[in-house]
């Protein structure tokens, strides 16, 4: 798929934020990027982003930690950011995600503290034993349309994105997971746009949980989740593995891997999130 330019992609049509005061910014959260009950943490994190990016002097997400305090909904949300510090070569700040809930009150959504820097500035030495995950090339990949069409329940996130999962991480979505936790597949988003910083912290978090392929299903909403940004990425399709290795107490933890289309470790994530429980699934 060609492309599409920013100034027409959807993902920075709806993470774009408005300016309204010193360090504030108003933001209108599309309801273009559901899962199951409530937005994307990852697009709501990018969006969060954004402020961010617009209110520290420096360009590019390096290390963004989020607390999820409450589920966010689609509508008008208002981003309050603060500089913590700033330095030569990277800045810290933090910003607080609100929006209005039905009696009037404001409800704080997100927390995020973030430092930034500039990616293009980084030199270029690499040491490292880290690898690309072993994937089928794309288009031997399963999308959301070759599997049982209530895999993901009510999603609109899926439109917004093309990800294509490995086919040996896939028997979850017929009933045959594998029980190591773990999940592979390729990203993209829908309409070709191709990836850069801000789109990282939605790669991160926009896979399938790792627990399906424990066997369990439903939602499982992030509690926490801290990106580290590495390089900007070439553009072309993204490669993400993720994994779970404890399930414990209602909990569990996820880490993700991002590869671009020139085998660099472009980000890295970890989040700790709710195991899904018998109510959420009613």
Known sequence: MAQAPTAE??????TAVTS???????????????????????YVLATVGRALGRALPHP?????????????????????????????TVSTGQAALTQFAVDGSEVERVRVLATYGDLGALTDEVRTNAKPPAMPPLEECFGSSDGPTDVFGDSTLLGRLDVRMDPATSGWAVGKPTGTGELRGWFGLSDGRD?????LLLAVDALPPAVFDLGVSGWTPTVELTVHVRARPAPGPLRVAIATRNLAGGFLEED??????????????RQLARAPRAKDLA
């Open 9 to 14: 992609s959807e993902f920075d049509r709806d």
């Open 20 to 42: 309204r005061a010193p360090g504030v910014y108003e933001a209108d959260l599309s309801p273009g990027w559901s899962i199951l009950k409530a937005l994307n943490g990852g």
């Open 60 to 88: 590019d997400p390096f290390t963004v930690s989020a607390h999820f305090l409450t589920p966010s909904a689609p509508g008008p949300a208002v981003i309050r950011t603060e500089t913590v510090r700033t330095g030569r």
């Open 195 to 199: 990836p850069d910083p801000l789109s």
């Open 256 to 269: 993700a891997e991002v590869w671009d289309s020139a085998d660099r470790l472009v980000a890295q994530s």
